[in-house]
């Protein structure tokens, strides 16, 4: 027994000495030293999804605008110069996401279009970019302004007491992309949405503290502990909500089929991701398989509404804190409708310039997705002195990106002027959205239902600031590590001229 276990520690230590052999090299660039093979994986035992923006950061203002480091093999190349960055994100051959890192979101996608590469994402992107046509953008307003409503006369009934936000806002974007991107409607008291709510939240934060627990990322090791248990119950949540979605929505789908046989009868126009995505599926037999399309539908849906629930924290934060900004995007407002309570339209939108400026300013600041990463296939060369090798992974911390001091004044500062129109900028220095061919595919959607959300939140409401200060904490999404609590008051004169006393 002995010696088979000296035989097989003396496979390993060759295995690992032919890898430093073959593919550990010096590094060229700057960045945190560790040990070869496992880099710097050790001296990040302990540390919390709070602590990651500190550590990056310092890196950055250490090593400058590119550096590298290694964990357990793999090597990753952070970058935050604009011009470094225009030819990895507009590269139309190196579209891989990093294959380690989204490997753990794999079992909420699979190969939805988050994560596919290759042909395969190509094929769905085509595909699926004419599912979010500003004509069936159009057609989500109304929902998504009625939705709005009754978020917002919840928030009245607070009568200015401080409330925590978070909740509802969730329940909102969640509610809005079921509706809209689905075409499924959700009771307010149905406690199906909350459960899948809360689940989706538990496998995002499960996801994270994998990320910083290196004995974690074997499958099946996580598997067994505690939190990789809560995590796979959790997803089963979010997929059975999801197949349900399916089944209702295709039952309609063939019921107006079969309608449609009948020569006088029309045909419903199908507006909906889901119903293109049943259409694609109906009209291309074999094109898509079952779990096909619940790939995409989970990942319409979780990454639907939580980036957006994100922004519209930070919206609610911003604004209650800064009452001169609020006031103007009030005064907006008053330009576009008068006393008209209308649910805004298209041509509206079009109008809303400062509150665009606002919202621009908020993902500045706080980037719902602040961390992406590319796995190189081939070479990449970013600049006269430096290439890239295929095999690394390029993360995009976009945070650092849009706080750095070479491309923003004051970058610390909430400005939304820095957006008015014609003002010329590196068009990589904001990348809220990603960039290049990978970028996001719903960010005219996200757009359209923020500027919905803040208008009609806007126009009927007056919010005072409880929390003053917030700690980011790193996620999938950013959030703060504390609630954010605030007072809404009924919007009008009086209530304004007593706020501001």
Known sequence: ?????????????????????????????????????????????GITSKDIIHHLMKWFEEYGDIFEFQILGQKYVFVTDPQLLQPILSSNTNITKGRFEYSFFRPMFNDGLIISDGDKWRTRRKLLTPSFHFKILETSIESVGRNTEEFVSHLLKSNGKATEIEDHIYLLTFKIICETAMGVKLNTVDNQQNEYIKASKICHDSTVYRYLRIWLFPDFIYRLCKVGKTFFKCLDVIHNFADQVIKSRKELFIAEKNDFTNKDSKRKAKNTFLDNLLELDDSNPGLFTKSDIREEVDTFMIAGHNPTAAALKFLHFLLANHPDVQEKVHDEQVEIY???????????????????????????????????????????Q???????????NVAVFNYCVHRSKKHWDNPEEFVPERFVPGIERHPYSFIPFSAGPRNCIGQKYAMMELKTIMSTLVRQCWLEPVSTSMTLDYGITLSSTEPIIVKVFPRNETQKLVSNE
Do not use: N
């Not at 509206?348 to 606002?358: A, F, G, N």
């Open 338 to 380: 008068g006393d008209d309570k209308r649910t805004p339209t298209a041509q509206d939108l079009h109008k809303m310039i400062y509150l665009e400026m606002v919202i621009k300013e908020t993902l500045r600041l706080y980037p719902s997705i602040p961390l992406y990463s590319r796995l190189l296939d081939k070479d990449l």
């Open 382 to 392: 970013i600049d006269e002195k430096t290439i890239i090798p295929a095999g690394c």
């Open 1 to 45: 027994m002995v010696a088979v276990i000296l035989c097989l520690i003396c496979v390993l230590l060759v295995l690992f000495v032919g890898y430093l052999a073959i593919y550990w090299k010096p590094s060229r660039l700057p960045g945190p030293r560790g040990l070869p093979y496992f880099g710097i994986a050790f001296s990040m035992i």
